[in-house]
């Protein structure tokens, strides 16, 4: 073989490797950056409502996930609940007493009179940063698409209602581009989920704490047989009420504690 | 003195935990109250007494009403607060909500407010006043076919008469949208062979997506079944369903055992004119070989528990029960615990009765032979409260009676022995957290120890310096007083195991055999002078002690001296009447014989709780020194003193078993109370020469007796 026609060999070679290493580049770029490549070729059909939905609804699973594991708050301390830890659980959390007094043999006093109304206010605070965020890159996704875009924000509402968890951004969004114009008014996302059966039997049981001092789990069986309604006696008298609905997976969990009865007579006065 | 119940003294109770969502707690400092604006009360026991802390909140929006609220917290939520109980708040009434096919038992605020989320305007119905007569109104309602009818179409759904109303509209009172009148089909809905589950239970839809009638796998073909709109609560031409399940009949009820599933999540197969794969599932249990329906609960046999059942009609415990549940050393041991399981759609869940005993599982059979389950609250404290054998004894109630020692350490009248001379124990001793130091049990189990006296008449000639010396039945003999402290007292007359203790006036024997036990005998023996027992007292290990049978005409206080032989005692030898005889008999003892004595005070302080020499849950025996008995010797006078301040002490009973300790001398480490010769005995003081003869004699003003004299306790020598 000549020095030229080898060294025209060894060219081929080093091409070759170049185009190779360029492949393999396009390849883990591609691999990095994928998803958001696809993001932004989907943002370009989505239209608004569906845009606030796949930005939202997973924060909004979640939270409401957080809250019903949590007795109802999203924030719950060691003064104001007791460590659960259920079984397929990697780590506890802290279940709020929704009824407690830290007293034997008296009656717990009601520590959330309107459950469902709390619950409905707490995912609403814990998701407001990111229904701002949402909109806030909806609207700039639109205007880099060169719409003239125009946002009328209201008041968003949760609502825990039968079979679902609504939720109404009462938002109002304009685009205009060119001559035509639309407007978005039904922002509004709905979980299925059986929470409000749930919150309403545990109001139940606490109406039946504060007045007994117990529940019957198996009451509530013959109302809704996928609704697993367990009691967790724990130390000084404490209990955790897990309920899980058997059909949707979902867990609201609370604890308690009344007419508690101490170890012996309590306090011994001699 | 130990006061039962609750004794927490709460100086403060604050309105809001300082760092803390907690509302209405009480606290020993008021540091840890949240300050100004929330309200701090002091000098107070709980929160409980405070009426801010538990008045009810209404929710003026939506209607709801919630009890023992906190004022401020209400008024944070948005609430109206108010101090009374929501039964005397006119919005907190339910009245009956008619909303479409449905009635609900709701205040009216909520009532309202579901016509509001529903578009409906329903009907608010306040005179009636009860939920029943409510629910009753559902199959009151109207309920038919509702055609719009169009030039090209006859669109049809399922509606009140209500709620059917405009041009072109025509109710069918009763109907399916699938009937036919005559030859004409009312709608241009038709039978199909989908189904739904809706309440439970299986349903056919007709094409229009309408819920026709229960699904019934042979009435599919019936014309009858696609016409008139059967309740599938009170109709006889719906198809029933057993607790087994049915691939046939939608019917499923889960009360009844049943739920509407698909028919791959059962064992049942494919069923027919059924495209949904619809069908009745079980929702049953099984637990240990044992098949339970869904809803069914009972109790877990766990080790050191008894499975406790009552009657469920009248909550009484079953006899059988209570007479094995005094079993004190298998059941309700150290680390037992109950637990309550339950039958939730097909899977068992487990249900703690809580810690300590506090709570106790019981069941019983309702009326269609499911076992139903509770853990019920082991009210163990009120049992020191009750006094009395029947009220003790009342089969509702965890208690169990105990013959012997009272807990005020009161020794009641002959008459009044059966319903008062005992203890009320409970009948599930308590847990308590022994392995502490503190712990509340000590203070508990102290209330189960007992302290006797036993007294022995002897002559000069005795050795009262070494007792061991005695013959074999001597002690016995010559005991005089608390004979039944006494090792061995009686043993001859013991009680059978599971014989209870009959009183004199339950028992009329003339010797041993028929339903006469030998302790029976002693009964009568000891209750009645005169009465031969078989062999003469001597032989037996039995006072031979005139003082241990009778006293002084008419005063207990006051006994007898001087030996008995033969097989009676008489307290009235020679003559007297019969009255004479009775007044001088003294009451009996409130334990006959030794084992009497010792069954007695250890099943009373083994129901105590976690006292005594027991047994816990991983087979280990607790300490042997939880349960012992001391005698101490001590030589006294004639004046009841001691007559040498040196006391003998020896362990005879130890961890449930009867020993022979060593005999050791301690200087008195007890109490022992000088008895006054005359105030207590009622002797009178005598030459210390001649004790016997009695003869009178001066005493000291402390009722002491004079020096060179000695206390003549028993004058009935004379």
Redesign the interface.
Known sequence: MSEKKRLKKRGQVTIFIIIAILIIALGVLIYMFYPKIVSQMETETKNPSTFIQECMEETIQDTVDIISLQGG?YVV?E??GRFYKGEDEDEGTYV??L????????????????LT??IELEILNVISLDIESCFNSLVKSYEDKGYEVDLKKGNPEVQI?PYSISTNFNHTLTLVKGDSSERYKNFEINLNSNLYDMLEVSKNII?WE?NV??S???AY???N??L??????K?N?IKVYVLTD?KTQEIFRFATRS?A?????????? | ??????????AVCCEK?K????????VSNQNQCEGNPYFIWKNIQ???SVPE??GT?V?AN?G?C?????KT??GK???VWSEKSPGEIDECQEVCCLLGQDAYFINPTECKAMFT?NNIQGIIREDITSRENCEEMRSNLKVGACVVSTLTEKICNISTSLDCTGKDVKFYDGFLCTASIGTTRISDCAKSENTICKD?KVYYKDTCGNIANVYDSIKYSSSDYWTYIKDPYNSNDVCTVSSLGSKSCGNCD??ENT?CKDYKDTTLSKPSNNLGGLVCGD?SCKYEGKIYE??E?WCEGTNGTFEIERDLTTSNIFKSNITALKNVNKYNIPGSKYYKL?C??G?V?V??????R??VCIQGKNEVGNMEA??T?NNW?TCFQIDTKTECEDPTALCKWIPGYRWDSQIVSEEKRKERQGSCSPLVA????FWKGN???N??CSMGSAQEYAMFETGIWSNRDNMDEWHDNTLANDCINGCYALPGYAEEFNQKAGEEKQYPEEINCVGVGGQCSMYDILTEFYDESEFNLPASIGSYHLSDRRGQYCNKDGDQTHWLTGAITGESYDCTPGAGSEAKDERKERDYPIYLTNQEWLNGITERARSL?DCGYKVSINGKYSDPETEIITAIFQKMSQKGAVKENITVEQIIYKGGKAIQGELYETTLPYTTTIYSCVSDYKGICTSADTPSLCEGGEQNADATCPEKTVCCVYPELI
């Open positions: 708050s301390n003064s104001g709020r007493y009824c407690y007094t830290n007293e034997d043999f008296i009656s717990c006093i009601n520590q959330e009179p309107f109304e709390h209602i109406i504060i001092g117990d019957l789990p198996e069986m013959n109302y047989p996928y697993k309604v367990e009691k967790h006696k130390e008298d058997e007419f009865a101490p170890i012996g007579f309590g306090e011994i006065i001699l | 003195m130990i006061i039962f119940g609750n004794a927490l003294v709460s935990l760092n803390s969502d907690m509302w209405c707690q009480s709980t929160c409980d802390c538990s909140c929710n939506s709801e919630s009890e023992n609220t906190a917290q209400c939520s948005g609430g989320q439970n889960p009360t739920v929702l869904h809803g609960s339950v939730s759609s899977e869940l249900e703690e009765c809580g810690d300590y506090n709570s509770s853990c609250f404290r308590p847990g308590f957290d712990s509340q049990g203070g508990i709780g």
